[in-house]
Structures are given as structure tokens and as C-alpha cells.
């Protein structure tokens, strides 16, 4: 989770977060188990909420 959250902080300033998350926005599949466990704050909840909702859904068909 801490990975994802410094890719999404990190991903306009630091070429390597970037490329991470565009790992990750290209990934056919991300679990984030328990989140209801982990503290964050407003901001980096409002940052994984976006990254989620924008993230396409892909679905075979």
C-alpha cells in the first residue's frame, strides 16, 4: 500500500514513481487487501479513491 501511495504522491515530480504508476495503471490486476486497517490521511485517501475510479476496468469478453 505504501508503494501505491508514493507512486500516486510522487508520480508528477520523481521519474521512477512514474513510471510505477504507470505500472500500475497498466496492471491486469491490483489487490488491496484490508484497507479499512491502514491509517491514511484526507489527502492520500482522496488520491487512492481518483487513482481507483480512473483506473479503466478490464473484462474479457
Known amino acids: ?3 501505491i501511495l508514493t ?3 510522487l508520480k508528477d515530480v520523481a521519474a521512477s ?5 504507470k505500472n500500475l495503471f ?3 490486476v ?4 484490508d484497507l479499512m486497517n491502514i491509517s ?4 492520500e485517501g482522496n488520491l487512492l479513491f481518483a ?3 480512473f483506473t479503466p476496468e478490464k473484462t474479457d469478453t
Do not use: W
Request: charged residues 30%; glycine residues 4%; hydrophobic residues 50%.
Open 26 to 28: 497498466c496492471a491486469q
Open 51 to 53: 487513482f481507483i475510479a
Open 7 to 9: 507512486a500516486l504522491k
Open 30 to 33: 491490483i489487490v488491496m487487501d
Open 17 to 21: 514513481a512514474k513510471r510505477g504508476y
Open 1 to 3: 500500500m505504501d508503494e
Open 40 to 43: 491514511v490521511s484526507r489527502q
